[in-house]
């Protein structure tokens, strides 16, 4: 038996890997705003300031993974918020937890959106750590109504962190493989919005095309959720894994690799 941390856990995607995750026997902690067995608003510097202390009441023996897949898809500035500041401080936040673990895992929840337009502004700002700043840029491209950018370019910004995090020292050096997902279309209480006529599901299907299978329930992600952070998954590091049912092929074609140079 593992013991796991999922943030988001009382609904789509998080409350899915959950249910997966005890299902298979581990000993899982969820974390959301509430709803589950620690609430924790991760928009707040408060509120991820007192999550590890909270876990570690819970799992005095540490963790063995964390699985972060607390978001929004939400055209403000709340989206900055949660699914860059509140992802990687449940990350860096929760790693120590790991440090006794014999096969410690960390992997997050990034989006297919990652590979969508983005504003180069926001992604540098967010890369740069600068909260307030990057709140204050999102809450200007509302403004301009290009609210829109804001969600891709959270993901984004999140895929290029692990890329980036995932062979420092810290992670890669302490041993802990790490990693993120990004879904395509899931079917879940965040994207119902965005598919209740049949125009509007033509129109996502159009942004989103996924030739295998179409929308996917949230029990497709976690599965893979679960892989990466079992002890299976022993060398894979700083990669997002798109489980897309097609649409990174689909939009981008074969001409993604570079050359050597």
Known sequence: MRSYIVTGAASGIGKATKELLEERGHA???VDLHGTDIDADLATAEGRAGLADAVAAKAPDGLDAIVAVAGVAVPSSLAVRVNYFGTLASLENLRPLLAGSEAPRAVAVSSMASLMPVDDELVGLLIAGDEDAAVARADALVEQELGGLIYASTKR???????????TPEWAGAGIPLNAVGPGIIITPMTAPLMQTPEAREQLAHMVPMPLGGPAEPVVVARLLAWLASEEN???AGQTIYVDGGSDAAIRGPHVFGTAG
């Open 157 to 167: 910004a999140l895929s290029e962190w692990v890329r980036t995090a995932s062979i």
């Open 234 to 236: 022993t060398h894979l």
């Open 28 to 30: 899982v902690i969820g």
